[in-house]
């Protein structure tokens, strides 16, 4: 076996993380990131394309017969205004799809992602002794949504190049710096966002019979929906369903004209997404016609992500090579996850198993026991806050060393 141990890591990498993380940029707007990433990966020997789902690239090396592998990180960053006061902390803004001005953060550590596949890349390329076969590298846009993966399969990735035998990747997370968790089958569970708009009638405050009131109509639906998981779902199944944002009306003394209520639902299996999905779609027209609406209301898709398979032979096999490089009591089984994910796109469109791992990036001294069990994980700074960022010192070069790992199990030399 390869001395994971020993692999090289670009003092160089940490000014580039910091770089990028000073200039977060939103899902298929990752320009500039695209560029920084081309040109690093042409520097280290690889064929680079660029433009690939929009603003995704592709770096190929092939280094004699045997496997493909693909390794994949995500460039893009969230609406989120950094608060963790830090001397390289964000202070960008954009222009979301909507066409508002929103700050921007790397607040889910996907420029972690990026520099460690970058930083594994380079240590490949200048070592290919090691390892034998086709190195696919991804950095893929827009994952935070929901479509980054899928577009850049829609735009011919396999087409244009060869599809793998492994997909392998990681997510950075609040775990203790040293620890990497992985959990075989469904990983992280699907999910999807809906819009709901509610069409009533306005009136003047003073007139309420003279409106079909759609806050009263919102309202109302909101706590039906609240019924589904705890009376239609099974005991036995996991799933999530949160009203997030709720808004109607700017005076309070007019009834306005209609509502929008924008809810998420997580699911593990497709019959439990179903079954959610016609239970929203009943509750929120039947309390439409409950109210007297003379219009229906519309239910309309802004996201989706499937459910996230690890493939059980192919984790076991990568946190193996995990374990006797840091050691077993440092691989950790987080159970499945609710957050969600687009990579398993890469591997069920390449029809190829999925190895996906999380990586452990916050300050060890902040845990006791280092476990799943350890009350630190309810109160340390998680992925989406505008606290959150990793810890650079171990977590970069942790990162790198585990790409790097998981290539040279999966392509071993001959």
Not at 12 to 20: E, Q, R, S
Not at 308 to 336: C, E, H, M, Q, S
Not at 372 to 400: C, E, K, Q
């Amino acid at each position: 076996m390869a001395d994971h141990q020993n692999v090289p890591i670009d003092p160089t990498l940490t000014d580039l993380y910091k770089d990028l993380h000073r200039h977060p940029e939103l899902g298929f707007q990752e320009h500039r990131t695209a560029e920084i990433v081309a040109d690093r990966l042409r520097k280290s020997g690889y064929d680079v394309t660029s433009g690939i789902g929009r603003t995704g690239v592709v770096g190929i090396l092939k280094n004699g017969s045997g496997p493909t592998a693909l390794l994949r990180a995500d460039m893009d960053a969230l609406p989120v205004k950094e608060d963790t006061g830090l001397d390289y902390a964000s202070t960008a803004t954009a222009t979301d799809g909507s066409g508002k001005t929103v700050p921007v953060d790397h607040a889910c550590g996907h420029d972690l992602h990026t520099t460690c596949l970058l930083g594994a890349a380079d240590v490949l390329a200048q070592d290919r002794a090691s390892w034998a076969g086709t190195l696919l590298v991804v950095f893929q846009p827009a994952e935070e949504l929901g479509s980054g993966a899928q577009a850049m399969v829609d735009d011919g990735l396999y087409d244009r190049f060869p599809k793998p035998d492994i997909v392998l990747g990681q997510h950075v997370a609040p775990l203790p710096a040293g620890k990497i968790a992985g959990h075989p089958g469904a990983s992280y569970a699907g999910s999807d966002s809906l819009r709901v708009r509610l069409i009533g009638r306005g009136a003047h405050g003073s007139m309420p019979q003279a409106s079909i009131d759609p806050i009263v109509m919102a309202a109302e639906t909101v706590l039906r929906l609240q019924t589904v998981i705890s009376r239609e779902i099974p005991s036995t199944a996991t799933a999530v369903l949160t009203v997030g944002s709720i808004h109607a009306g700017d005076a309070a003394n007019v009834i306005p004209g209609e509502a929008e209520l924008q809810l998420n639902i997580r699911s593990y299996t497709d019959d439990v997404r179903q079954r959610i999905l016609g239970a929203v779609d009943r509750i929120v027209r039947g309390e439409a016609s409950t109210a007297g609406a003379t219009e229906e209301p519309t239910i309309t898709e802004i996201e989706r992500f499937p459910v996230v398979i690890n493939d059980p032979a192919a984790l076991a096999r990568t946190l193996d090579t995990f374990a006797a490089w840091l050691g077993a009591d440092n691989i950790l089984d987080p159970g499945a996850g609710a957050g969600s994910e687009d990579v398993g796109i890469l591997a069920t469109a390449a029809g190829a198993p999925l190895s996906y791992w999380l990586l452990g990036g916050t300050d060890p001294s902040l845990f006791t026991t280092g476990d799943m069990n350890d009350p630190a994980l309810l109160t340390v700074p998680s992925n989406h806050s505008p606290h959150y960022a990793p810890v650079i010192d171990p977590t970069l070069a942790n990162g790198v060393t585990a790409l790097v790992a998981a290539t040279r199990t999966w392509l071993p030399a001959s």
